[in-house]
């Protein structure tokens, strides 16, 4: 049985000095808190800054950002009720709003800084809805035990910025453990989509979960159908963006709450990939996953890590023994293709998202076929003009998805891809592959075959398309040519002879 939470250790000022250090960033913080004490109110600063703050992710982003600070938005909690947080608010900050004041927070705006102020809560759940019953509290202990996890669980109380940690927070973020204040099972049963957020905060911090934890999670995963598909889309969007995605994604799978939101990953856990390298191909997509990663260029990218998970899902469904026990996936990425498109859909996924990393999925094979450079430059335009804007992501998917542990087989495939990019680039000196279009636009075919607009028109220039994939570009007589060529072979009236 999931055990109480870890006790509480005591906290020096070297501690929190990362939080402190942090206001010193913002002196809104202060300044707001200088407010409420005048009005007899206590302000006390929570969340994800706190926590940022004391493992230095702050930091991180600021010598990311250059050497001015970051401005940080900032979430506070108060005994102050919402009418009274309201008129504090008022007269000080730039702009205030009270879309959420039902759940007792206000919103503000002051010198750029964002400031969201909550009256302390001790909501009821009803065990079927994420909806709490709104009830204010009246301490600070009280409104951080409601919390999702320990982490997130410390506050600094304001302006005299003594550090408030009740459940062990900075405990568990020196031994990186995910931990919930109160008993697991309560805090998932009170919102279920804590259980994503637990593998999220996995990914993004790079944290073990409590044993007691993981065994929660395991137990109450069919939960997640009180769950819309849009929160958990958010969840596992956020996840895979992490730093550490593979771990995230080990815990969905080992706690069965992949089954629920995104099933076609453990499904891989059951196929061998073909040659026999991996223990399965969960484990060779995660692979592929990380490596894809290591390639990214310009920060995290959702569509190539969503693609680099999901480009194998069609094997399970295309699996074959042929003769001498060898299994083969045939067309799998075409399946696959499918299968991401119905996935991502329900997870509503934008539509853009959705036909891009399809279409990685149902192009990561093609390369394949490329060999030792048999390919025709007509195979090279068809390639990169498929792939289209996607292509610098399908470089980066298919080069890591080789994952053999046969350095000779690993190294050969690569220079296979660096062959196939040179003459990418080659073509692309001599022609506009970015572009590539009809030597004859709408307007000329239409001019050129006495036709109106419709249907006719778009086959004609799908036709000639095909012609300049396959020939290259056609001097404006050439493609007048083999347009007058097409038509007769098509039986269209155009009153104009090809030339002798």
Not at 34 to 62: I, P, W
Not at 355 to 378: C, I, M, N, P
Not at 390 to 406: C, G, I, P, Y
Request: charged content about 30%; some cysteine; glycine content about 8%.
């Amino acid at each position: 049985m999931p055990g109480p939470a870890p006790a509480p250790s005591p906290t020096t000022g070297a501690d929190h000095a990362a939080v402190v250090e942090m206001l010193s960033y913002s002196p809104v913080a202060d300044e707001l808190a200088r407010r409420f004490a005048d009005a007899g109110h206590g302000l006390y600063l929570v969340g994800g800054s706190v926590r940022d703050a004391l493992l230095g992710r702050l930091d991180q982003e600021t010598q990311r950002s250059g050497a001015r600070p970051v401005e940080h938005d900032l979430d506070f909690t108060t005994d102050a009720r919402p009418d009274v947080i309201q008129r504090l608010l008022s007269g000080w900050a730039e702009a205030v709003w009270d879309t959420g004041i039902a759940y007792g927070t206000v919103g503000a705006v002051r010198h750029g800084v964002t400031c969201e102020v909550t009256t302390f809560r001790a909501d009821a759940y009803d065990g079927v809805t994420r909806n709490p019953v709104v009830a204010f509290g009246d301490t600070v202990e009280g409104d951080l035990v409601r919390r999702d996890f320990t982490a997130n669980a410390m506050a600094l109380s304001l302006p005299d910025r003594t550090f408030v940690d009740p459940y062990g927070g900075l405990a568990a973020l020196a031994r990186g453990v995910l931990d919930t204040p109160t008993d697991p099972r309560t805090s998932f049963g009170d919102d279920p989509l804590r259980l994503l957020r637990a593998a999220r905060f996995v990914a993004q911090l790079g944290f073990e979960v409590a044993p007691r934890v993981q065994q929660a999670m395991t137990e109450m995963a069919p939960e997640l159908g009180r769950i819309t598909a849009e929160r958990e889309q958010a969840e596992l969007s956020k996840l895979l963006l992490g730093a550490y995605p593979r771990r995230g994604i080990e815990l969905l799978v080992d706690t069965g709450l992949a089954e629920v939101v995104l099933p076609e990953v453990p499904a891989m856990r059951l196929e061998i990939d073909e040659h026999a390298q991996h223990k399965d191909v969960y484990e060779h997509s995660l692979t592929v996953m990380e490596q894809a990663i290591g390639r990214e260029e310009d920060g995290p990218d959702l569509v190539l890590r969503l693609a680099a998970l999901l480009h194998d899902i069609g094997k399970p469904a295309t699996r074959k023994v042929e003769p001498g026990r060898r299994v083969s996936f045939h067309h799998h990425e075409v399946v696959g293709a499918k299968m991401t498109r119905k996935r991502l859909r329900e997870l509503r996924y934008p539509k853009q998202v959705i036909e891009d990393v399809a279409q990685l999925v149902f192009l990561h094979l093609r390369f394949h076929g490329y060999g030792k450079g048999e390919w025709t430059d007509s195979a090279v335009r068809r390639y990169v003009t498929d792939a289209g804007p996607l292509l610098d992501r399908l470089h980066k998917l298919v080069r890591s998805d080789s994952t053999t542990r046969n350095k000779r087989r690993a190294a050969a495939l690569q220079r296979s891809y660096d062959d196939l990019e040179e003459r990418i680039a080659r073509i692309a000196e001599e022609e506009d592959l970015a572009r590539v279009r009809p030597d004859l636009d709408g307007n000329a075919i239409m001019e050129l075959l006495g036709i109106p607009p419709g249907p006719l028109v778009g086959k004609a220039w799908r036709h000639l398309k095909d012609v300049r994939l396959e020939r290259g570009p056609l001097d404006h007589d050439e493609a007048r040519e083999e347009l007058l060529r097409w038509a007769a072979d098509q039986g269209v009236e155009t009153g104009t002879e090809p030339d002798a």
